[in-house]
């Protein structure tokens, strides 16, 4: 069944060609949709039953990757167009971007302390990459491979990380108001003092990352992976587990309105140790 659900992601895919944590993103999202797959086999349900809620609770897969820029249906995945052609089509491409950073090589690059309000970063190289404290208010990285990029104190309010790869990145201190997250790999990522009021995490894999001491307002988990993710001690808002299993997440401590209560019950969390106002 791995290989039915790693052929439904490709073919989800396909149409977006290569962008830098394209490899990155399916292997996180395929550990996702099997481990989903799994937990519906333990309930009970046949091989095609299973198959079928997994792919259907992992929602539209366009609308999580449709602010990924495309390749044409008649180009190469890869770069093996004549020299002439793909200055022609970059510099296009360019000339649409909302800045210059789209399909950029910053790898390493400091960018601390600096007005980015609006850039678009989409489908560019920022590992370890730093944006400490800077203003990334609308700013865009789709598609973009940000592992081990430095996001403390900046103020990524309405930013959009769609198909990204966020590996080991850092938000602590960061306000990520209203941000979208979809089908981006978060392993190991930092949130410590993070502000992430109205934040959507949707089809990512957040396993093992900790929210810890934090306050969530109308933040929404939709069809996100939360093994072993910590809320220890969290206060929660008015937040959403739209299609998550939350049965091994962190509960310890945590005070939450009866709502969100209600829902993660309902997901058979453990929540021995929580308080409800």
């Excluded at 992601?9 to 996702?32: S, T, W």
């Excluded at 502000?195 to 810890?212: E, M």
């Excluded at 310890?252 to 106002?277: H, R």
């Amino acid at each position: 069944m791995e290989d039915k659900l790693k052929q439904f992601l490709d073919n989800a895919f396909k149409p977006y060609g290569n962008f830098p944590a394209r490899e990155d993103v399916k292997q996180e999202l395929l550990a996702n949709l099997t481990e989903r797959y799994q937990d519906l086999k333990a309930s009970g349900k046949s091989d095609e039953e299973a198959y079928q809620a997994t792919i259907d609770s992992f929602g539209d897969v366009s609308e999580i990757m449709g602010d990924v820029q495309p390749h044409s249906n008649n180009e190469p995945d890869n770069d093996d167009r004549p020299i002439g052609r793909m200055l022609r089509d970059t510099f296009k491409k360019a000339k649409k971007s909302k800045s210059k950073f789209s399909m950029t090589e910053l790898k390493q690059s400091d960018l601390s302390e600096t007005n980015l309000a609006g850039a678009d970063f989409s489908m560019s190289s920022l590992a370890e990459t730093n944006f400490d404290g800077s203003n990334l208010t609308k700013s865009t990285f789709n598609g973009s491979d940000t592992r081990k990029a430095s996001f403390k104190g900046a103020d990524l309010t309405d930013a959009s990380f769609v198909g990204s790869d966020l590996t080991d990145a850092h938000f602590d201190s960061a306000n990520l108001t209203n941000a979208r997250i979809k089908g981006s790999a978060l392993k190991g990522a930092t949130f410590t003092d993070a502000i992430l009021d109205r934040t959507t995490f949707s089809g990512c894999d957040i396993r093992d990352v900790a929210f810890d001491g934090l306050t969530l307002t109308g933040t929404n988990f939709d069809g996100t992976s939360l093994k072993n993710t910590s809320f220890k001690n969290t206060v929660l808002n008015d937040v959403t587990f739209r299609y998550c299993d939350v049965k091994h997440t962190v509960f310890d401590g945590t005070v939450m309105d009866k709502v969100t209560y209600a829902i993660l019950k309902g997901g058979k969390a453990n929540l021995d140790n929580v308080t409800v106002k």
